[in-house]
């Protein structure tokens, strides 16, 4: 009977509120209510302090669910209050339309793309079992969280699930507890029209173990989570549901799913549980008790959490768990270079040097290390070690590695050539939005990619990723700029950056990369008199070296300006930009689409379709990135 009050609770809550916003997701929250109910009983966390870290990790994947979200974390004593959820999607609410991680307190991740809370929450399994691998012992576990995700339709029909769960499977998170909605219903209607696979043979041959259930039996909904927990591999627990169970006449209609109910359906649907049909956000006493037992639970089993740390048998396990929590960014030791290389050759060497030094840096590739030149030499690999064999399942690695980077105590690299970026661009989007420091690199950067062709070459991904707010796009034309990018990645902790790297030698740069390159461009070459200022990032800092020495040949003299960060430049003040392009003349050059030069350039001398297959200086030839062309271009 408690339980039933309990649910309905919140299923009310959640139809006020969308009615109050006259907007959002009144079906979901309420198909999930008794889950949500039973799972309150299992969760291990600490209202009081979120950021705890072996609390149990619980990802919403179908992030439109915040009326259930919001209710959740208002009834467990987060801090938000009843009127927070009367201002649910309003401006500036604690309350917006999908849950946003570092808005809300206790939202682990923020989710609404479908899909990418699956794949979250496979990468919070994979961090707690490596961050467990370093710290736990027989006799005493520092780590031994659960993960619990709520997913619907929808996630399991993006093909990111199927990425994120086989990755899952494959690496037997154990500690991965994924609660499918399945009430067969999506936005257009009954998922007859779209899906007819068999999920539970999908999980089966992914290596999960598979319960299905009633999920309005609370009896059936606990005793599938006890299984689940003692589980040897990941579980899913596929929950049959009716969306908006308890609305009555919209009970299992797609009309419920992103729309009010109506104050009629609401007023109805209370008074047939027994609720007053007057009474709004409305939450009974004994409910409310019932619910904040989080507070004192969760402070509770933190206590014996600490407690269980301070008696640890091994000291080593402490001083692991210390070193993975107090990164020392001066134990560095910083590689220096003296030869022309290719820029995935001088990140690869720094990555080395970066993750021997930091305990908690760990990543890998989408099946490309010997490519990117990625592997971490001697470190073994995950769970203990640091590489993380990714498979070619770039938009899980990348999706992953947002939630390894809020795990707490990882700083995760993915890596892959930077034309398929794309297939992991929505994560890395949300690593923007969010301010997850996540370091994506992507290798083999330009048409310099050569005979695998016009597939293989990058042309509009550099401008793409400019155009990210709150993104780092490092184009190092050496090793030296290279080591600059990754200070200054480092030490940005709500920012994700990338390293974007040639697969050709590039020559080293004539003198010592200066402190400015930290700002993401500087003065290269100053030369008196000079009418022309050549921009440009990475191979094309050489190709405007050579041309200004073409140039001078024609009596035409020209500063160069590398710009190995253009998203830092253009963060710069005028004064710092009027120091270093000093004429009136600026021309950008860059073997890509370039049109963000135009901020600063008064012609871009860039790719205006897409690359060829050949060797790569054919290319640059056919596409007129030499010296001679260059210079005869402008003069
Ligand atoms: C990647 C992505 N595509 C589309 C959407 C828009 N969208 C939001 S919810 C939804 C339907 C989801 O159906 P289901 O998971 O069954 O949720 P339910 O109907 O049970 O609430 C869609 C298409 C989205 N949020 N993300």
Redesign the pocket.
Known sequence: MMRQKMADSIRFLAADMVQAANSG?P??PM?LADIAVVLSEHLSHNPKNPSWLNRDRLVFS?G??TGLIYSLYYLWGYGLELDDLKQFRQLDSKTPGHPEYGHTEGIEITT????QGIANAVGFAMASKHVGAQTNSEMAKVIDHSVYCLC????LE?GLSYEACSIAGHNKLDNLILIY?S?N???EGSTDLSISENIHKRFDSQGWDVQEIDGHNFDEIDAAIIRAKSSDKPSLIIANTL?AKGSGELEGS?HA??APLGEEVIAKAKTAAGFDPEKKFFVDVDVMARFRCAIESGDLSEREWIHRLKELPLMEQNEALDALQNPDFSRIQWPTFDKAEATRGTNGKILNAVAKAIPGFIGGSADLSPSNKTEMKNMGVYPKGKNIYFGIREHAMASICNAMALYGPIMPFSATFFVFSDYLKPAARIAALTGIQQFFVWTHDSIGVGEDGPTHQPIEHLSQFRALPNFYVWRPADGNENVVAWQVALEMKRSPSAFVCSRQNLSLLPKAVSGNAAKGGYLLEETSGATITLMASGSEVELAMNTKSKLAEKGVKVNVVSVPCFDLLIEQDKAYLDSIIKTDKVVAIEAARGLEWYRFADEVICMDTFGASAPAGQLFDKFGFTPEAIANKLV
């Open positions: 997701h079906g979901a198909g179908g439109h669910a609404g793309p479908l899909g619907g339709d929808g996630d993006e909605d009430n219903i999506t936005i969306i797609h799913h992103g």
